[in-house]
């Protein structure tokens, strides 16, 4: 198995498990998007879009063909995400929010960081690799 097949599993599991992970707790889920520091408009279409988006993306890491766009939705969503991290890592926010999937809640925000880091970077090393 190549490192780009390694890195688009890797990443069609984690954006697989997040997304599920919302849906099948849809209502916390939702909760948690209204416990969020942002409009709660804002809250209700994201309650929404972030797993369908998480889905979509590991979809589209699935096939050489979309794998590019997968790579390239992993590292605008990850990015994304990391900068959230960063900011409640530092203080930013007067409480601090979460809406993590499962098992990532236990993370403490340095490993939720680094773990993030480490996923834009494969997003960006599977666009510099061919399959």
């Given at each position: 198995m190549n490192?780009?097949?390694?890195?688009?599993?890797?990443?069609?599991?984690l954006w697989t498990y997040t997304g599920l992970?919302?849906?099948?707790?849809?209502?916390?889920?939702?909760n948690a998007f209204h416990n969020q520091t942002f409009?709660?408009?804002?809250?209700?279409?994201l309650a929404y879009a972030v797993p369908i988006s998480e889905l979509l993306i590991a979809?589209?890491?699935?096939?050489?063909?979309t794998r590019w766009w997968g790579y390239l939705g992993s590292i605008l969503l990850l990015t994304v995400f990391t900068t959230y991290v960063g900011l409640i890592w530092v203080g930013a926010f007067p409480r601090v929010p979460c809406n993590c999937a499962g098992i990532l809640e236990s993370l403490g925000w340095?490993?939720?960081?680094?773990?993030?880091?480490?996923?834009?970077?494969m997003g960006v090393?599977?666009?510099r690799l061919k399959d």
């Open positions: 490192m780009n097949r390694i890195f688009s599993t890797v990443l069609i599991l992970d919302k849906l099948i707790r849809f209502t916390e889920s939702r409009p709660e408009e804002l809250a209700e279409v979809l589209l890491l699935l096939f050489a063909v340095a490993e939720h960081f680094v773990l993030n880091v480490m996923g834009i970077g090393a599977g666009i």
